[in-house]
């Protein structure tokens, strides 16, 4: 909104040429969001509070839990403001790429609010099944791809990192890779969300790597010398990954240890889908499994937990998923959540340095 109102006063005030800038677009969607957050936040737990939404703790956890029983969840809607908001000031509204990931984050964030409330608000221990969540998930992503498979101009090449010249053309299964990627991180980020701000940190590590990716992916001289695909319009992704950074760090004021608030599945849900649809859209999807390794590992432990119990009767973590396991071992909670940010960030820094090793 704000690009299309100042922008063209340039011509008269050339200080407006200021909103020209990607860079300075993508910072102030970041500080918007932060700002976001700390204004409805305290009047969004109330809320919460009021709606008695409270999280319901299970009695097989870690015994640390149960102190968390009560604690407001569904917080996931102040990360969904701060990011749609920010979003729609900052960017350009006439980028069609802009649209595509927002329909996945407005349209898991509903997906998730659905499922909270039932469980939460309607005391429907079942909220929406698995099936169900599942269904809805690839039918989004599905929509999504399928758009981007028509949309002449965008690349149904699979680009692998560490070779330059190695990018298979997907063909048609370019829709069925895409929505895997979009629906495999939106489930990973929720297998992730078991501790006070264990998710939000990598994910807000995870938004900052791509607001890089998508900002060299649109420049035509940085993605001619880096060797990377170039997807023009894609640039303008960074601002919505800038608002997912500054969303992510106004809701960590509120999640971190101990936690005021939980994002519930309407957060978690949004944020790894939208994590996979920038992947999509700047082609860096196979990056995602390297820079989001933490939420891989999340998930893989769960698989392999579920796996071995089904066709081994044996476990091979004392719980499932893996950060639970380490609590079991007696690591503290704290430890476990800043070692895991530290993995992410780490693995963030390899992600980024394939950008010179093609």
Not at 8 to 23: E, G, H, Q, S
Not at 145 to 168: C, G, R, T
Request: charged content about 15%.
């Amino acid at each position: 909104m704000f690009y299309h109102i100042f922008y063209p006063l340039a011509a008269d005030v050339k200080l407006f040429n200021i909103f020209r800038y990607l860079t300075f677009r993508t910072i102030y969607a970041m500080i918007t969001a932060l700002l976001v957050c700390f204004v409805i936040g305290p009047w969004i737990i109330r809320t919460l509070e009021g709606l008695q939404a409270r999280q319901v703790i299970r009695t097989d956890g870690p015994e640390s839990h149960l102190q968390k029983q009560g604690t407001p969840t569904m917080g996931g809607v102040m990360i969904l403001a701060a990011i749609i908001i920010p979003t729609l000031l900052w960017a350009d509204l006439t980028n069609v790429y802009i649209w595509v990931a927002l329909f996945i984050t407005v349209g898991y964030g509903l997906i998730g609010f659905v499922d909270d409330y039932k469980k939460v608000v309607k005391k429907d221990t079942k909220g929406l099944s698995a099936r169900q969540k599942m269904f809805w998930q690839v039918l989004l992503a599905g929509a999504a791809a399928m758009f981007l498979y028509i949309k002449p101009e965008f690349s149904d090449q699979l680009y692998v990192p560490f070779f330059k010249n190695f990018h298979p053309d997907l063909g048609i299964w370019f829709i069925p890779f895409a929505a895997l990627v979009i629906v495999g991180a939106s489930n990973a980020v929720n297998l992730t969300d078991g501790l006070d701000g264990l998710a939000i940190g990598p994910v807000t590590i995870n938004a900052a790597t791509y607001m890089l990716f998508a900002y060299v992916a649109g420049h035509a001289t940085l993605s001619a010398y880096l060797q990377i695909p170039r997807v023009v319009g894609a640039g303008e992704l960074a601002v919505l990954c800038g608002a997912m950074v500054g969303a992510g760090l106004g809701f960590l004021w509120y999640n971190s240890y101990p936690a005021d608030v939980f994002m519930g599945d309407v957060g978690s849900l949004s944020l790894g889908g939208t994590l996979g649809i920038v992947a999509v859209l700047t082609k860096q999807e196979l990056l995602l499994v390297i820079v989001g390794g933490v939420f891989v590992v999340e998930a893989l432990s769960v698989i392999f937990q579920v796996g071995s119990y089904k066709y081994r009767g044996k476990r091979i973590f004392r719980m499932a998923p893996i950060h639970h396991h380490f609590e079991l071992k007696g690591v503290a909670e704290p430890k476990i959540i800043v070692r895991f940010w530290i993995i992410t960030i780490i693995l963030a820094l390899i992600a980024i340095s394939t950008l010179k090793m093609r």
